[in-house]
C-alpha cells in the first residue's frame, strides 16, 4: 500500500527530475495534459500552473494516492498505465518516477506515440538508481527466507530494470518520433539516523512491512549521501 505522506517526505529531492523533464516540454497551448501515475498530486499542480487553459488530469493504479491528489484538487482517477488511452485532444502525456513499474513500458510508449495526435509530446522520467547500494540491499533480502515467496513479484528483483537511454530512443525513433533522451545523477546528502532507510521507504519498501525492518540491518552500513540516478525523455 502506499503512503502519500511518507513519499512526500524527500519531496523536494523527489520532485527536482520532475521540473527539469518539464522544463523541456515545448507545448504552447495543451488542450488536454494527462500526469500518467500522478502520486500524490502536488506535481500535476505545477501542471495546471505551466498551462493554466489546459484540460489537466491525473492517473495513478493507487487508491490512496488519487484520494491524495483529489483533496488537493486534481481531477485525479484510478486507472491502470497499462490499459490507458489517450483522448483525441491529449497534447501532452507526461509520466514522472511510473514506468519503471511497469514490465510492458516498452509497448506502451510506442502504442501511446501511434494513438496521439501529431505534434503531441510524452515526457517520461524513470528512475535508474536500482544498481545502487539501497536497492541492493533490498534485493539481497527479498531474496531470502521467509521474504522470498512472499515478494517474488516485486519488479525490483533484478538489477536491471529499466532499459539503457540508447534503447528507449532507438526504439522510439523507429516509431517514428523525434526523441531527447538523456540520464542525470542527482547526489542528495540526508540526514537522520536511517536516512536512506527513509528515502526508499517512500518507494521501493512498502510501509509497515517485515522486509522493511529487515532491510534496516542491510542499509545500516550503507553511508548517508543518497544518488537518484533517473532516465528521461521527450517524444514528440
Same mark, same amino acid.
Given at each position: 500500500?502506499?503512503?502519500? /505522506?511518507?513519499? #512526500? *517526505?524527500?519531496? /523536494?529531492?523527489?520532485?527536482?527530475?520532475?521540473? =527539469?523533464?518539464?522544463?523541456?516540454?515545448?507545448?504552447?497551448?495543451?488542450?488536454?495534459?494527462? =500526469?500518467?501515475?500522478?502520486?500524490?498530486?502536488? $506535481?500535476? $499542480?505545477?501542471?495546471?500552473?505551466?498551462?493554466?487553459?489546459?484540460?489537466?488530469?491525473?492517473?495513478?493504479?493507487?487508491?490512496?494516492?488519487?484520494? &491524495?491528489? +483529489?483533496? +488537493?484538487?486534481?481531477?485525479?482517477?484510478?486507472?491502470?498505465?497499462?490499459?490507458?488511452?489517450?483522448?483525441?485532444?491529449?497534447?501532452?502525456? #507526461?509520466?514522472?518516477? &511510473?514506468?519503471?513499474?511497469?514490465?510492458?513500458? /516498452?509497448?506502451?510508449?510506442?502504442?501511446?506515440?501511434?494513438?496521439?495526435?501529431?505534434?503531441?509530446?510524452? *515526457?517520461?522520467?524513470?528512475?535508474?538508481?536500482? =544498481?545502487?547500494?539501497?536497492?541492493?540491499?533490498?534485493?539481497?533480502?527479498? +531474496?531470502?527466507?521467509?521474504?522470498?515467496?512472499?515478494?517474488?513479484?516485486?519488479?525490483?528483483?533484478? !538489477?536491471?530494470?529499466?532499459?539503457?537511454?540508447?534503447?528507449?530512443?532507438?526504439? #522510439?525513433?523507429? &516509431?517514428?518520433?523525434?526523441?531527447?533522451?538523456?540520464?542525470?545523477?542527482? $547526489?542528495?546528502?540526508?540526514? !537522520?539516523?536511517?536516512?536512506?532507510?527513509?528515502?526508499?521507504?517512500?518507494?521501493? $519498501?512498502?510501509? !509497515?512491512?517485515?522486509?522493511?525492518?529487515?532491510?534496516?540491518?542491510? #542499509?545500516?552500513?550503507?553511508?548517508?549521501?543518497?544518488?537518484?540516478?533517473?532516465?528521461?525523455?521527450?517524444?514528440?
Amino acid at each position: 500500500m502506499w503512503d502519500p /505522506d511518507v513519499y #512526500l *517526505a524527500f519531496a /523536494d529531492q523527489r520532485g527536482r527530475p520532475f521540473y =527539469d523533464l518539464l522544463s523541456r516540454v515545448g507545448a504552447q497551448q495543451p488542450r488536454r495534459v494527462v =500526469d500518467l501515475g500522478c502520486g500524490p498530486g502536488n $506535481l500535476t $499542480l505545477q501542471l495546471a500552473r505551466r498551462w493554466p487553459d489546459a484540460v489537466v488530469e491525473g492517473v495513478d493504479s493507487s487508491p490512496e494516492m488519487v484520494a &491524495a491528489a +483529489r483533496e +488537493r484538487g486534481v481531477d485525479a482517477a484510478v486507472a491502470d498505465l497499462r490499459t490507458w488511452t489517450p483522448q483525441p485532444d491529449t497534447d501532452v502525456a #507526461l509520466s514522472n518516477a &511510473a514506468l519503471h513499474w511497469v514490465p510492458q513500458r /516498452d509497448v506502451l510508449m510506442v502504442r501511446w506515440a501511434d494513438q496521439l495526435a501529431a505534434g503531441a509530446w510524452i *515526457a517520461i522520467q524513470m528512475p535508474g538508481n536500482f =544498481d545502487t547500494p539501497s536497492h541492493s540491499a533490498v534485493r539481497a533480502v527479498a +531474496r531470502r527466507e521467509p521474504y522470498a515467496k512472499t515478494l517474488r513479484d516485486t519488479p525490483f528483483r533484478v !538489477g536491471n530494470v529499466v532499459d539503457t537511454p540508447a534503447h528507449y530512443a532507438e526504439l #522510439l525513433l523507429g &516509431a517514428g518520433c523525434t526523441v531527447d533522451a538523456w540520464e542525470t545523477t542527482y $547526489l542528495h546528502q540526508l540526514t !537522520g539516523e536511517h536516512p536512506v532507510l527513509d528515502w526508499i521507504s517512500g518507494t521501493a $519498501l512498502l510501509s !509497515g512491512s517485515t522486509l522493511k525492518i529487515c532491510a534496516l540491518v542491510e #542499509l545500516l552500513v550503507t553511508p548517508a549521501p543518497s544518488m537518484m540516478k533517473v532516465l528521461s525523455m521527450l517524444i514528440v
